[in-house]
């Protein structure tokens, strides 16, 4: 034990599980708040996966609910603190954007409060997101890149992101941002595209399905492995003074040839299985997305360590795995 306590929101998600992980190992006391719902204790969550579930305390609250967050952090009386916690799927932000204003954006600014009421020495990160620049395509996307969201998920996260620059500046509290392009695992919910398709791969391979639907296979994508972001978040905390920074790989790739891995990966060819299906297209895309991680290299030490094609297969073999196992 190293005798720090962590607070994580949103531990039941796929970096809230690699995170809490990563702080065990590291020897923090770890808690982290869990929504309550109908399933719970039916479905396997990601926490039992990595064999974690009885070493995080689980507290139940949630993002919207203020006097929540100030229970927990009264109880757990927090040295660090990261709000991963969000309506994160950009396609559901269209369906419900009241909702998404209100846990991705709204909430962050909940926590934000009962921080600085209750823990002002707290070190707080907040889980920021490339889609904050949608529009804006520089050779490279930075810190210093202007944003343009385009989505009403990318809008909740721009609030929530100047209101923990507002909160530095205005108080003095420690808090960062990080501003992560896409990272993915074996514990990426299927609605997003690459686990949409290693699962989809994984499937046609055992024979349970015959094609693979998609929307916009041209979209370009930086994507890394959510176990190399979280300790990127980790090591933002462990700095004297808080600041911002882009985490990417350096990289760009687009669906189609994200795709292509995977099928490649069981021995089978894209084209024969994957169908355009326009009412997958989003109202605005981001088209592309590219990090420049400069910053995070010169100021964290802080660099991608697993390649896109090594964790598409992680992702597939995974993937076949847990069906196999179902029989
Ligand atoms: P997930 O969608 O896997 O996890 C989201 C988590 O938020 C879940 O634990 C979910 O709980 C929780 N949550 C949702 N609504 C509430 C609420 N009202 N109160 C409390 N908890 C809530 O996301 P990721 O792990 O992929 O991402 C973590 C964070 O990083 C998110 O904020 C995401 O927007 C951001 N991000 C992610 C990137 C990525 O590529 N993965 C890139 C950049 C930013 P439940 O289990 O109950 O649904
Ligand atoms: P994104 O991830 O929107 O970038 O947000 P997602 O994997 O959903 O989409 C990536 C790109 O793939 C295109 N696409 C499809 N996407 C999905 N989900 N399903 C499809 O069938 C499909 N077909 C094509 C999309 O149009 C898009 O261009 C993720 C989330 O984790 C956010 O929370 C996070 O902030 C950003 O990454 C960085």
């Known amino acids: 034990m190293n005798g720090k306590r962590a607070l994580i929101t949103g531990v ?78 950009v396609t559901s932000s269209w369906q419900q954007p009241l909702l998404t204003g209100q846990v991705t954006g709204i909430g962050a600014a909940n926590l934000l409060e009962a921080a600085r009421s209750l823990v002002p020495q707290a070190r707080y990160y907040q889980a920021s997101t490339s889609e904050m620049f949608g529009l ?26 100047w209101m923990t620059i507002n909160y530095r500046e205005s108080f003095g509290l420690h808090t960062s941002n990080g501003i992560l392009f896409n990272h993915e695992s074996p514990l990426r919910g299927v609605e997003f595209v690459t686990r949409k398709v290693t699962d989809s791969v994984a499937r046609i391979k055992l024979g349970l399905a015959k094609e693979l639907r998609l929307g916009n296979v041209d979209a370009k994508r930086d994507w890394g492995h959510a176990k190399d972001y979280v300790r990127a978040m980790w090591l933002m905390l462990q700095q004297e003074t808080p600041d911002d920074y882009v985490i990417a790989t350096g990289r760009t790739t687009t669906v189609r040839d994200m795709c292509e891995i995977a099928f490649r990966h069981v021995g089978l060819n894209t084209e024969d299985y994957l169908v355009i299906d326009p009412n997958l297209f989003r109202p605005a895309e981001v088209e592309v997305l590219l990090g420049n991680p400069a910053k995070a290299k010169a100021k964290l030490g802080w660099e991608a360590e697993i390649g896109l094609e090594a964790m598409i297969q992680e992702m597939v073999e995974a993937d076949l795995a847990r069906l196999k196992s179902k029989g």
Do not use: C
């Open 136 to 161: 804006i395509q520089e050779q490279m996307q930075s810190e210093s890149t202007p944003f343009y969201p385009r989505s009403p998920y990318g809008v909740a996260k721009l609030y929530a992101h």
């Open 12 to 89: 039941t998600g796929q970096d809230g599980a690699y995170l809490a992980q990563l702080l065990l190992q590291k020897g923090y006391t770890v808690a982290g708040i869990v929504r309550r719902s109908s399933h719970a204790g039916v479905f396997d969550h990601r926490l039992k996966w990595l064999g974690i579930e009885r070493d995080v305390e689980l507290i139940d609250g949630n993002l919207i609910d203020l006097s929540s967050l100030i229970r927990i952090i009264q109880a757990t009386k927090p040295d660090e603190i990261y709000n991963l916690a969000a309506q994160s799927f």
